[in-house]
């Protein structure tokens, strides 16, 4: 059995603000530990749980965060950029039982510690066919297609209430209750560290491969903060504005799909003035 740990950090124990996961700052390299062990902690419950090879993907920001040196000797990890699925690479290869969510947080637009979507700010809102969408929604609609179910979700209080609108078999753990985007109760990483190892324990169990069905077409619209940003998301084919600060792409399936939101949001980034946004 191989179990695919996608890691995010933002939802990582005792990170609160934006410090606690810029690369380069005090906070961050303080932050790695913390987020370091909450991985080894799912790590360590899915092979208690009987998985034969467990592997991380590296999903925040220069995907180079974790301390590989600190993870149990079993484990292997995806880090660096630059990835054909980035947040949830390596699932389309055909091998993958089940995926954790390791770390994960709310969508742009909705209350959660340092909630965003892809872009730390910039982007307001994602919605896919309608719904508003985090990136938990987006990455399981993805590995869907692969028929990968999602086994174990971690983060604030209010992750684990996303979580449940798109793998609602999926065992959630909090690491920690939500105050304000920037603020948030954290439990201690002694006590986040055993509840993540039970939990992956229990979530080996669901580790179980589907024939998935079809899902698409995908219609995935996004809303900025600037009308100028929504204007240089058109460059990318296939890319029309659904708004003054909105646009919208349809694709067949959430492979492309995942993969266009990516150029959406890499176009949009290069576009982004440091005073004005």
């Not at 994960?104 to 309608?130: D, K, P, R």
């Not at 869907?144 to 999926?170: H, I, N, R, W």
Request: hydrophobic share 45%; glycine share 10%.
């Amino acid at each position: 059995m191989k179990i695919l740990i996608s890691a995010d950090m933002e939802g990582a124990t005792g990170v609160t603000w934006p410090a606690d996961v810029l690369p380069g700052t005090p906070q961050w390299e303080r932050c790695r530990s913390l987020f370091t062990s909450d991985v080894n902690a799912a790590v360590l419950g899915f092979y208690d749980g009987g998985a034969d090879r467990v592997v991380i993907n590296e999903a925040h920001w220069t995907m180079r965060n974790l301390l590989l040196e600190r993870l149990d000797a079993r484990a292997e990890m995806l880090t660096g950029r630059h990835k054909a699925l980035s947040m949830v690479e390596g699932v389309q290869r055909g091998d993958v039982d089940g995926i954790a969510f390791v770390g994960y947080h709310t969508g742009a637009g909705s209350e959660g510690v340092l909630a965003h979507t892809y872009l730390a700010n910039s982007i307001t809102g994602v919605w896919l066919n309608g719904t508003r969408a985090s990136e938990g929604l987006l990455n399981a609609q993805v590995v869907a297609e692969y028929g990968v179910p999602v086994v174990l979700v971690t983060g604030d209080d209010l992750t684990c209430v996303d979580a449940a609108s798109y793998a609602p078999q999926a065992v959630t753990v909090a690491v920690k209750d939500h105050v304000s985007r920037y603020a948030a109760v954290c439990r201690t990483p002694a006590r986040t560290a055993a509840d993540i190892r039970a939990a992956a324990k229990e979530a080996t169990a669901l580790a179980v491969r589907y024939e998935p069905a079809p899902g698409g077409p995908y219609t995935v619209e996004l809303e900025f903060d600037a009308e100028h940003l929504a204007m240089s998301a058109t460059v990318v084919p296939g890319v029309r504005r659904s708004g003054e600060r909105r646009v919208a792409y349809t694709s067949a399936t959430m492979y492309e799909g995942i993969r266009s939101f990516k150029a959406v949001t890499t176009v949009v980034s290069a576009a982004v003035e440091e005073q004005y946004g």
